[in-house]
């Protein structure tokens, strides 16, 4: 994995490479680009964990969406929509004052944008149980937009993306300028942070941490499940990731 952060890390760091980093522990890796730290140790990092979420779960879900039926790009600038399960063959967009309300899977096959005060929820019929929108492409949230779960405990929005974004420097999932979400998780590449967001937790290949950005993990995401929709019979799988 590499660290492309353009901020600092309160402690060690551990990664292949470091660019434009400000590290105040001791970093253990291979190569550094633009970083400082207290001192370097040549090495190879820990062996990665395994993805908490395999390519056969994420391709059952997609099989999920798309038994609701396939549509074209679509795009809200207002009132409140709901949608799922679908395949969007295509973009989806969300921005202004839109509200999105999502009933099931969502499968996108191009870019997610979800910007300038929009909102995305999970349908109240999810109860404690979590919902997600996949993406092949590239997921942006920003400009003080708002994505959250069905309203109680226990219950996120996962944004997913399967962008191929290594070893591109594109990055698969963005979030910034005041963007609210649950959990974001890439298979393949960078997630970028940047600009007073506020996350619960992250999974990807690579994070990049810009222009103030913090990442806080909440304890108990641990016992999330995630299922097909507020009328599905079947619990896909609940994932252990506590700090």
């Known amino acids: 994995g590499a660290l492309d952060a353009g901020d600092e890390i309160l402690g060690n760091a551990y990664a292949d490479i470091c660019e434009n980093s400000n590290i105040v522990g001791v970093f253990y890796g291979l190569?550094?680009?633009?970083?400082?730290?207290?001192?370097?140790?040549?090495?190879?990092?820990?062996?990665?964990?395994?993805?908490?979420?395999?390519?056969?779960?994420?391709?059952?879900?997609?099989?999920?969406?798309?038994?609701?039926?396939?549509?074209?790009d679509y795009t809200r600038d207002s009132g409140v929509s709901s949608l799922g399960p679908v395949k969007?063959?295509?973009?989806?967009?969300?921005?202004?004052?839109?509200?999105?309300?999502?009933?099931g899977t969502?499968?996108?096959?191009?870019?997610?944008?979800?910007?300038?005060?929009?909102?995305v929820r999970l349908n109240s019929g999810y109860g404690t149980t979590s919902?997600?929108?996949?993406?092949?492409?590239?997921?942006?949230?920003?400009?003080?937009?708002?994505?959250?779960?069905?309203?109680?405990?226990?219950?996120?929005?996962?944004?997913?993306?399967?962008?191929?974004?290594?070893?591109?420097?594109?990055?698969?999932?963005?979030?910034?300028?005041?963007?609210?979400a649950d959990v974001l998780y890439t298979t393949n590449g960078f997630v970028q942070i940047e600009n007073n967001t506020d996350l619960r937790e992250v999974t990807?290949?690579?994070?990049?941490?810009?222009?103030?950005?913090?990442?806080t993990y909440e304890t108990g995401l641990g016992s999330a499940s995630f299922t097909s929709g507020p009328s599905g019979g079947w619990v896909v799988t609940s994932w252990k990731e506590i700090p």
């Open 31 to 72: 190569s550094h680009t633009a970083c400082t730290f207290s001192s370097f140790i040549s090495q190879s990092p820990p062996a990665p964990i395994p993805f908490p979420i395999s390519q056969t779960q994420i391709d059952t879900w997609k099989t999920e969406a798309q038994a609701g039926g396939t549509i074209g």
């Open 88 to 103: 969007i063959s295509g973009n989806l967009i969300i921005k202004n004052t839109a509200e999105l309300v999502v009933t």
């Open 106 to 119: 969502l499968w996108v096959t191009g870019n997610v944008t979800i910007q300038n005060s929009g909102k």
């Open 131 to 180: 919902g997600m929108i996949i993406a092949d492409t590239v997921i942006t949230l920003e400009n003080n937009t708002v994505s959250s779960g069905s309203g109680q405990a226990g219950s996120y929005l996962m944004y997913l993306s399967t962008y191929p974004g290594i070893p591109s420097p594109s990055s698969a999932l963005i979030i910034k300028n005041f963007a609210v």
């Open 204 to 215: 990807a290949y690579g994070v990049r941490l810009q222009n103030n950005a913090e990442l």
